[in-house]
């Protein structure tokens, strides 16, 4: 399968400063990446959709303010969040899926464990 | 809503055995439907997926049935081993329309005993 790296695997940030998680597809351009964060145990809840070049559909409850997603490029996207707060900390996973009308494959990054103390 | 309901949430199966996991869903535009394998710590990877054309798909010791009037879909693992304790998820998602936004069952674990 097609490979997507995420970066870093792990962060710990103090309360109150800003981390970026980037998420790249190395061997295909990616014309939709989605953002994940998942709780221990738990299933997988969609934070955003990000098309390349456009900006990004945020899901219910999901503060755009908080969470920036940025899809510059056909094989690039990056999840800031802004001023992280302990309740931030959690597993954030993204994954990529090809452009080709009918490919409705993704595929997963590593996930990035963030910490926030 | 949760539109994509997976059970049981946790199984244990010998080695060798077989382990089962069940979907069901409930919106008629889902027409892909993939499982993904999840280790702790990691993310999801693509496992096997099928299309609504097909009732069966195989790969190595992984199948899935799939049963387009019941709108139910399952996962066989054959020969169950201990490498293949994960979490397992279940999605489903429309290859039609534009959206591509897979909904996912909640996981089972699976632990196989050696």
């Known amino acids: 399968g097609a490979v997507v790296s995420q970066h870093p695997s792990w962060v710990i940030c103090k309360s109150g400063t800003s981390v970026k998680i980037e998420c790249r597809s190395l061997?295909?351009?990616?014309?939709?990446m989605f953002w994940y964060r998942q709780f221990p145990k738990q299933s997988l809840m969609l934070m955003a959709t990000s098309n390349e070049g456009s900006k990004a559909t945020y899901e219910q409850g999901v503060e755009k303010d908080k969470f920036l997603i940025n899809h510059a490029s056909l094989t690039l996207s990056t999840l800031t969040v802004t001023s992280a707060h302990p309740e931030d900390s959690s597993f954030y996973i993204c994954?990529?899926?090809?452009?080709?009308?009918?490919?409705?494959?993704?595929?997963f990054g590593q996930g990035t464990r963030l910490t926030v103390v | 809503q949760q539109q994509v309901k997976q059970s049981p949430q946790s199984l244990i199966v010998q080695k060798g055995g077989i382990s089962i996991i069940n979907c069901a869903y409930e919106n008629t535009a889902f027409d892909y439907f993939p499982w993904y394998q999840q280790f702790p710590g990691k993310g999801p990877a693509l496992l096997i997926a099928?299309?609504?054309?097909?009732s069966e798909k195989k790969e190595g010791r992984f199948t899935i049935s799939f049963n387009k009037s019941a709108k139910q879909f399952s996962l066989h693992i054959m020969d169950s081993q201990p490498g293949d304790s994960a979490t397992y998820f279940c999605?489903?998602?429309?290859?039609?329309?534009?959206?591509?936004?897979?909904?996912f069952g909640r996981g089972t674990s699976l632990i196989v005993h050696p």
């Open positions: 061997d295909f351009q990616a014309t939709t």
């Open positions: 999605a489903a998602s429309p290859e039609t329309g534009g959206s591509y936004i897979p909904t």
């Open positions: 994954s990529a899926r090809a452009g080709q009308a009918g490919i409705t494959e993704a595929f």
């Open positions: 099928i299309r609504p054309d097909v």
